[in-house]
T-cell receptor, first 111, second 115 residues
Framework: GQQLNQSPQSMFIQEGEDVSMNCTSS?????WLWYKQEPGEGPVLLIA?????ELTSNGRLTAQFGITRKDSFLNISASIPSDVGIYFC???????????FGKGTMLLVSP | DTEVTQTPKHLVMGMTNKKSLKCEQH?????MYWYKQKAKKPPELMFV???????INESVPSRFSPECPNSSLLNLHLHALQPEDSALYLC??????????????FGDGTRLSIL
């Protein structure tokens, strides 16, 4: 089946630093999604990407859908302590297919 | 605040008990999903309902029985569970399972512990 490689697995940074994480796939996706999950909660959708090359921002978050359709990255600028959580990428290749999730990037931010 | 509501938030049950998890959404979505999530792992799909009909069962053991009474409600009936079934059970919904440009939105889950 399809697999997503998400990296890094974890990051421990200082408040104010910028963060970058990415997902790569061996096969093409038509949709890339980025979710954040905090302890005791479900995943929350941060950004959805639908077109190759698309660059989308949501506040301090920016994500891009790679031109090859096989990768996506998420950047967080000027991190703050409430950015702490696990960030999951997810890809979908067609409407009737299911989501393929990356293994997650755990982000810890030191005040 | 999530627009997908799951109850209960926590559930502890013995291996011989029968219980149900409930999920509700009022966004007019016609696709609903059950996922199982172990600690620090991504969600794993269990079932997909599209227009109140079961469209995907990811080879889930029969001790998990889903039900979709109407377009806003999704239940997961549990019976004779095993300790390895302890996990966070997440419900999600999307506008329509047939379109990849309609992302899934998740509830906060039910934390299930099997004694």
């Amino acid at each position: 089946g399809q697999q997503l490689n998400q990296s890094p697995q974890s990051m421990f940074i200082q408040e104010g630093e910028d963060v970058s994480m990415n997902c790569t796939s061996s096969s093409i996706f038509n949709t890339w999604l980025w979710y954040k999950q905090e302890p005791g909660e479900g995943p929350v959708l941060l950004i959805a990407l639908y077109k190759a090359g698309e660059l989308t921002s949501n506040g301090r978050l920016t994500a891009q859908f790679g031109i090859t359709r096989k990768d996506s990255f998420l950047n967080i600028s000027a991190s703050i302590p409430s950015d702490v959580g696990i960030y999951f990428c997810a890809g979908q290749d067609s409407g009737y297919s299911t989501l393929t999730f990356g293994k997650g990037t755990m982000l810890l931010v030191s005040p | 605040d999530t627009e997908v509501t799951q109850t209960p938030k926590h559930l502890v049950m013995g291996m011989t008990n029968k219980k149900s998890l409930k999920c509700e959404q009022h966004m007019g979505h016609r696709a609903m999903y059950w996922y199982k999530q172990k600690a620090k792992k991504p969600p794993e799909l269990m079932f997909v309902y599209s227009y109140e009909k079961l469209s995907i069962n990811e080879s889930v053991p029969s001790r998990f029985s889903p039900e979709c009474p109407n377009s806003s409600l999704l239940n997961l009936h549990l019976h004779a569970l095993q300790p390895e079934d302890s996990a966070l059970y997440l419900c999600a919904s999307s506008q329509d399972h047939g379109y990849s440009n309609q992302p899934q939105h998740f509830g906060d889950g039910t934390r299930l512990s099997i004694l």
